[in-house]
């Protein structure tokens, strides 16, 4: 995360933060184009000025939560998933742990989607940084014999599609599906394939 | 698809489908938000009376461009598949058709992504449908014993946001990786999975 200024004060930081989350539950509520820079800081209770303070507008502040999506769900799955045994129980409890994170940040996963279109460059890196980080954990696990050999970037994007589709399919929509059950069949696709 | 007004007359006909073209051309480029009803119809090169014969308006043309491509990529992918020996070479057929479809007509994909904030109900409908019919094929080859057992809805979401991502990040986006390499890795997966 590079914030495009990092207050030195501890208030700054705190007005920052209020801003981002008032930002991250407006854009991803009422969507990017209906977002107007008044709507977030009546959000955040703080004057127009402040926000103008810590970015230089609506599409600043927009970049940042993607960059922030970006930060969080890396460390959040590569916590997660660092006591794993082996890839392919990596595999899994990353699958839970991102669902997880999208029912625990709905606002989050649209304003990445949204930023497709709304911030192009920033949506890319997005997926861009992850596919690689992915990339390489495959490759590893590749050389160690824990998985099957194949195209760690192709994987990586196949692996990241369903894991994204899943999440806006059974967190976002909010079926009764149970997660686990999602996870279970996922991951045994993951493992095992359709072939008999 | 269900058009909101059906042209009785052949030329009624022509100028609707000119409308929608254009329509998709525009909105595809510079999006939902940016587009206006005059630049469709400059585009369509027709009068914007003549928009309002065939539409109430710019979200009907847009939900219009929705329903499309959810029928032409049904259309196109059974039109492929079915000639297929069995489920798993479907899946790779399927694959291959969808990926292919994304690259002629790009900005479909596009449109489709959009909805998802633009015209939620559509977008839902759209994959929704999507999934059911895919549901049904994986059903019924684990019957014929095609594929090994497991929760074919889920399976179907899974399999459908690997196609959405790989046709996104492989075509979309203009890499130069070959096609055929990404359909024969993301299939391999498919069938086999990660597991040594």
């Known amino acids: 995360m590079k914030p495009s200024y990092a207050p030195k004060t501890k208030r700054g930081q705190v007005r920052r933060e209020q801003i981002l989350r008032a930002a991250e539950r407006v854009f991803g509520t009422i969507g990017y184009a209906d977002t107007s820079i008044t709507d977030i ?39 997660t998933v660092s006591g794993a045994p082996s890839r392919l129980e990596a595999e899994r409890l990353g699958l839970s742990a991102f669902l997880r994170f999208v029912a625990e940040r709905p606002e989050l996963y649209r304003i990445v989607e949204e930023a497709r279109i709304a911030a192009p460059d920033a949506y890319r890196a997005y997926f861009t940084e992850f596919a690689n980080a992915y990339r390489s954990h495959l490759l590893a696990a590749e ?12 994987r990586a994007w196949a692996l990241m599609g369903m894991a994204k589709t899943l999440g806006e399919r059974y967190v976002l ?8 059950q999602v996870v279970d069949s996922a991951t045994d696709l993951i493992r095992n394939g359709l072939e008999p």
Chains 1, 2 share one sequence.
Do not use: C
């Open 41 to 79: 800081t009546r959000e955040a209770n703080t004057a127009q000025g402040t926000l103008y303070i810590y970015f230089k507008g609506k599409h600043e502040v927009f970049i940042e939560l993607v960059r922030e999506m970006g930060h969080l769900t890396r460390e959040v799955i590569s916590r």
């Open 143 to 154: 050389a160690t014999g824990e998985i099957r050999p194949g195209n760690a970037e192709i």
């Open 173 to 180: 929509w909010q079926d009764d599906t149970d997660l686990d």
